[in-house]
């Protein structure tokens, strides 16, 4: 039976959120903070192949004490359980400092319960690094595979799993040792609404909540800010690209105004070849 640990996150809602414009950075107060999309990908993948193939799906995320609301979600999409690491200590965290955590929870989750397989989310709407999930997975020593858009075969018994990782110009199937995680993109599959029983699961289940001190052999020092090489020094607004140029006139006027506009471009036209 399998044991899926999918990793996620609870972020603002980027489709709705405003920029500061005094500090030029996110105003989380001004957008709702929803499970991560790609995130909810990886939960849907894993109730699937915990379908395919029997098991258990666990869900685990870092946050304040109002991410528990994205675990839930998971608990709808068909996840079975569900952690949540919270404290001051780990605020500030960058991506290096996040996965040290997540990490730790994951080791104490495994001592219940071996993990076979990690899944996460390709990257979180708000920071777009996609680096949590190679950072879990150097931490437990264990392959990553990135941009998975479709599991072919999880075989337990021999140890292996099967997956088609997205390119560009294509795909390429490649087969890892168990365990090993996965960073899914949101191709992957389609996230349906949530049968009426999972959704009233989801408002009764309680996930367990941990705090530093509930997690074992922890380092201080890597957590939160102290554990954050990373410094944003400056952040800033992108600059409007200038309007583009409106043609006037009847439609014969407006191709002479077209062909006028690309003689004047020829340029980026011409053959590169010999060069």
Not at 88 to 112: C, H, N, Q
Not at 116 to 138: E, F, N, Y
Not at 189 to 211: E, G
Request: net charge neutral; proline share 7%.
């Amino acid at each position: 039976m399998l044991h899926i640990v999918a990793c996620i996150k609870q972020v603002p809602d980027t489709k709705i959120i405003k920029m500061n414009p005094k500090t030029n950075t996110m105003d989380r107060r001004t957008a709702p903070a929803i499970l991560n999309p790609y995130d909810a990908h990886a939960v849907e993948e894993a109730v699937r192949l915990k379908q395919r193939y029997g098991g258990t799906v666990s869900v685990v995320t870092m946050g304040p004490p109002p991410a528990v609301s994205a675990i839930k979600k998971c608990i709808e999409i068909g996840a079975d359980e569900g952690y949540l690491i919270t404290d001051r200590r780990f605020a500030g965290a960058d991506t290096l400092a996040t996965s040290y955590a997540v990490t730790k929870a994951i080791e104490k989750i495994a001592k219940t319960r071996p993990v076979d397989l990690i899944i996460c989310g390709k990257m979180s709407i708000d920071g777009d690094t996609g680096q949590v999930g190679p950072g879990i997975a150097r931490r437990l020593d264990i392959p990553p595979l990135t941009s998975v858009n479709k599991v072919v075969d999880i075989n337990q018994e021999e140890g292996y799993a099967v997956v088609h990782r997205k390119l560009e110009d294509g795909y390429e199937v490649v087969q890892s040792t168990l365990p090993c995680l996965f960073s899914v993109e949101k191709t992957i599959n389609d996230v349906p609404y949530s049968p009426m029983p999972n959704m009233l699961k989801a408002a009764r289940y309680k996930p367990h909540i941990w705090s530093v001190d509930d997690l074992e052999d922890v380092d201080i020092k890597q957590l939160g800010l102290k554990g954050s090489p990373t410094i944003v020094s400056k952040v800033w607004a992108p600059q409007k690209p200038a309007g583009g140029t409106f043609l006037e006139g009847n439609p014969a006027a407006q191709v002479e105004q077209l062909l006028q506009i690309l003689l004047e471009k020829k340029e980026l036209f011409e053959s590169k070849e010999g060069m």
